[in-house]
């Protein structure tokens, strides 16, 4: 078995015992990571700093210091801090410049002894599914190169696909962890919003940002979760033999493409067989909650946060600055009216946030109504589009706009600010399929004990032995 195939536990384990070494484990990601050059993965990547970070968490490790990551490398998003990497946030504003300090999460991932694999590709400024950005050009699925590894955080999900590090950090927004750990056969978890720090990233929005992992299981998530929120709750082990999981209707399970369907019908099957019990759940007016809130919220947040980053982390660049310079088509087309006539009034965000309060309210009656642990459905309702259907892709014959047809049913959840998974449900024509799982609000030890235990029946995640 690769090392890259290896979980994290059992990564930490092989380095506590001597038979790995750090310094072995980083030179063998080096080499994949030159190998998978055309992917267009990394946006910094630093061998000698790398293979120093390695050999120093070597010496730590034979003088008998035990950390839950020491010695294993972790690829960063490029919009979040890291002291002694640029953080260009996928645009051209920012530049090569170098934060002073860590964010806070990165502080806690290195006190857990993690080494800084690098910052990898976005889609610029996070303002989109597909990461392929104009400025730092396409990141590619490493299950096929011509496809897109989801986005925002497509560079998070093609590095630990790829092989080229054991997990990574992405952000989540709308859907932006789950959609490529979905469409890269990983698993991925956005954390209730406020769990994580969020001091350090480059945001979008306060009211629903949030930093989450992509890794190859649930249990990988779950130790980064853990060292991310500084919550050493142990997973409870779930039995599937009576848990309680919900269908949730409001179109989660509609209009998906063949393939998925299939897929994620298997596992519900599997569930069943297991003694799980499925029942359908009502969501009324959650699609309408859901669309008075999203974007309201964010673009007029993105504007005020935006403008606070900079002013704390980033002096001399201005929020007008960075919107000038935008380079990819599609987010200049979202972000540069709101500087002008396009901003959204404050009466329209007020109006927002009280949908978003109708939301979290129809979210929390139907978890306390039907006595569910999770809601079950299918990630993304198709596998990965080509890259360039930037603007439409096809699904079930049809031509849909490409950024809410992959986040249809991640968005929901993220404006509430729950917690959610996705974890691999199979292949369809090759590509993988994602199956996600949502929870009430600040259960997320108690969701990734859940995700875990469907993870468990589900058959193993498919790999890539070497990047196509």
Known sequence: MASTDRSLEELAELLA?????S????????QRTRAASALNIYAAFDEATLLAQARAADLRLRAGERLPLLGIPIALKDNIDAAGLPCGVGTRAFGSSQPAADAELVRRLRAAGALIAGKVHMHEL?????????VTGAVRNPWDP????????GGSGAVVAAGLAPAAI???????????????????????VGRVPADGIAPISATRDTAGPLARSIRDCALLDQVMAADPTPLASVQLQGLRLGLPDEGFWDDL?????????????????????LVPVSLPGLREANDAAGFP???????RDMRIYLRDKRPGVSLEQVVSAIGSPDVAAIVQPLLGEGAVPEAVYRDALEARRRLQGIYQQAFERSGVRALLFPTTPRTASRIGEDQTVSLNGRDCPTFPTFIRNTDPGSNAGIPGVTLPAGLDDGLPVGLALDGPAGADRDLLAVAAAVED????????????
Do not use: H, M, Q, W
């Open 170 to 192: 992405g952000t989540d927004t709308g859907g932006s962890v789950r959609v490529p750990a979905a469409l890269c056969g990983l698993a991925g978890f956005r954390p209730t």
């Open 146 to 153: 011509t496809r897109i590894p989801g986005g925002s955080s």
């Open 17 to 21: 015992s001597g038979r790995l070494s």
């Open 257 to 277: 493409a063949p393939g998925v369907r299939a897929a994620a019908a298997a596992a519900v099957g599997k569930l069943r067989a297991a003694g799980a019990e």
């Open 457 to 468: 029946i589900l058959p193993p995640a498919p790999s890539i032995e070497a990047p196509r």
């Open 23 to 30: 310094e072995t484990l980083v030179s063998g990601l080096i």
């Open 297 to 303: 919220i964010a673009l007029y947040e993105f504007v």
């Open 126 to 134: 996070a303002f989109g599914i597909t990461s392929n950005n104009a």
